[in-house]
Structure formats: C-alpha cells, structure tokens
C-alpha cells in the first residue's frame, strides 16, 4: 500500500511541473543506445512490467518498450548513506544520507544499456560522457560503484561536483552487447537534468556521437504520517469544495 501511495504522490508531484513527460518509478530500465540510420540513438529501455505514471508497461514478449529522452524522467524516492570517500565526489561525508537508484533491489532499478548494438559492427567499446547539467538549489550527482573491483575503494565515474574525483573525466565505456548498474546518487531533492553524449567508432561509417538530456524527479519517500495528513487534508478540501 505505501509503495503505491509514495508513486501516486511522485506522479501528482511530477505533472505539476510538467506535462510532457511520463515518471518512471519501478521496475528493471536501461538509458539503451541503438544504432539506425546511421546514428546512435539514445533512449529509456524499460522492462514489462515497470511502473510507469502508476502503472506497470504491459507485456510486449520481453522485449520492453522504448522512449526518447525527453518523454521520460525516473523519479527517486529510495534514501541510502554515501559511500565512502562522497566528500570528493558529492560534497557530503561519508554515511550521509543521499537519494539513490540503480542497484538491484533500489527501485527504479536503472543501468546502461548497449545491448542493442552488436559488437561486430563496432571498433572497440562505447563512450558514456557527462557533458553538462542542470541541479535543483543544493543539489549534486555522481555515479558511482562500490567494492567493483573487491575492494572497499568507491569507483567514481560521474560528478557534478568534481570531474577531477572521477576515474575518466566524467566518463566510462560499456562494450556493445552489454549492459551496467551503478549508484546514481543525488544530495537533495528537485529536479535534475544530465546531458550525456554516447559515442564511438563503427567498422563502416567511422566515429558516431549522440547525445541526450535525462531528466530525473527526487522526491523524498513520505512518513506514514505525513501520507495519512496528506489524506485527511485531501479529503477536508474535497468537502470543502462540496461544501461550496
């Protein structure tokens, strides 16, 4: 009952400020990348089954569904302490409490996704870039992984904060054929925009690059309390209205 009440309020919270784009809250998704006509093409790859405006995407014989960039923003409700060293790279110590998706059991569970492109028709792996941005006041963002490599050392691959804390320049690579998940970690809620750029080199046509705006709501998980406050308040201005 919560989970639902928490996304019914995500979705009266997003249309608010928006009336172009649906709110992916739930279920398995990847920023996919194809290739047609000649160029890369970015997009929201959900699973069926993933909640979107409240509602789970319909079986299309597992294949998921597809959206540009701009029709689709993932709404963050799910609170997480940063990892270590998030000074450099969030701007908040270490076990501060963040807003985070991406791994699996963190809804929405979103990753990268390349698997839409086949290796063979590409020389070497595809470029990831953050190259630009837009936060709400306070607000920073960093992708990240933890114990990637066995070790307890975060692996830092986006920030908004500090490019220089990340591995490559606010970059990574994901071979074709494959897909990731990360920690997409945030600091505050709002509204955040990321540009990124995906790009490399086909065996036929040479070096390829696209980009796209990802839009992303967070919106803290309400108490109990507040829902049921919510409600009571809710209801008293339906009678109101009547009322009148």
Same mark, same amino acid.
């Given at each position: 009952m919560k989970i639902h009440l928490v996304q019914a309020l995500l979705v009266t919270f997003f249309v608010t400020g928006s009336l172009h784009a649906q709110l992916y809250t739930a279920g398995h998704g990847d920023l996919?990348?194809?290739?047609?006509?000649?160029?890369?093409?970015p997009h929201w790859h959900l699973g069926d089954g993933a909640i979107v405006d409240g509602n789970p995407l319909p079986n299309n014989g597992g294949n998921g569904h597809e959206y540009d960039p701009g029709d689709m923003v993932a709404g963050i409700a799910t609170a997480a302490n940063s990892a270590s060293s998030s000074t450099n790279y969030l701007g908040v110590a270490t076990g501060t409490p963040i807003f985070v998706t991406g791994p699996v059991g963190v809804q929405p569970?979103?990753?990268?996704?390349?698997?839409?492109?086949?290796?063979?028709?590409?020389?070497?792996?595809? +470029?990831?870039?953050?190259? /630009?941005?837009?936060?709400? @006041? %306070?607000?920073?963002?960093?992708?990240?992984?933890?114990?990637? *490599?066995?070790?307890?050392?975060t692996d830092v691959f986006f920030s908004t904060l500090n490019p220089g804390a990340t591995i490559a320049s606010n970059s990574f690579t994901i071979p074709p054929g494959f897909h990731e998940h990360f920690t997409f970690g945030f600091t505050a809620p709002?509204?955040?925009?990321?540009?990124?750029?995906?790009?490399? +080199?086909?065996?036929?046509? /040479?070096?390829?690059?696209? @980009? %796209?705006?990802?839009?992303?709501?967070?919106?803290?998980?309400? *108490?109990?309390?507040?829902?049921?406050?919510?409600?009571?308040l809710t209801l008293l201005q339906n009678r109101s209205r009547k009322r009148a």
């Amino acid at each position: 009952m919560k989970i639902h009440l928490v996304q019914a309020l995500l979705v009266t919270f997003f249309v608010t400020g928006s009336l172009h784009a649906q709110l992916y809250t739930a279920g398995h998704g990847d920023l996919g990348v194809v290739y047609e006509g000649g160029e890369l093409a970015p997009h929201w790859h959900l699973g069926d089954g993933a909640i979107v405006d409240g509602n789970p995407l319909p079986n299309n014989g597992g294949n998921g569904h597809e959206y540009d960039p701009g029709d689709m923003v993932a709404g963050i409700a799910t609170a997480a302490n940063s990892a270590s060293s998030s000074t450099n790279y969030l701007g908040v110590a270490t076990g501060t409490p963040i807003f985070v998706t991406g791994p699996v059991g963190v809804q929405p569970n979103l990753g990268f996704g390349a698997e839409e492109l086949n290796p063979d028709d590409w020389n070497g792996n595809i +470029t990831i870039t953050l190259t /630009g941005w837009t936060l709400p @006041s %306070g607000g920073q963002f960093a992708l990240y992984d933890t114990n990637g *490599s066995g070790t307890t050392t975060t692996d830092v691959f986006f920030s908004t904060l500090n490019p220089g804390a990340t591995i490559a320049s606010n970059s990574f690579t994901i071979p074709p054929g494959f897909h990731e998940h990360f920690t997409f970690g945030f600091t505050a809620p709002g509204s955040y925009q990321l540009n990124l750029t995906w790009s490399g +080199t086909h065996f036929t046509d /040479g070096a390829k690059s696209q @980009s %796209g705006i990802i839009g992303f709501q967070v919106v803290p998980e309400p *108490s109990v309390s507040a829902l049921v406050g919510l409600g009571i308040l809710t209801l008293l201005q339906n009678r109101s209205r009547k009322r009148a």
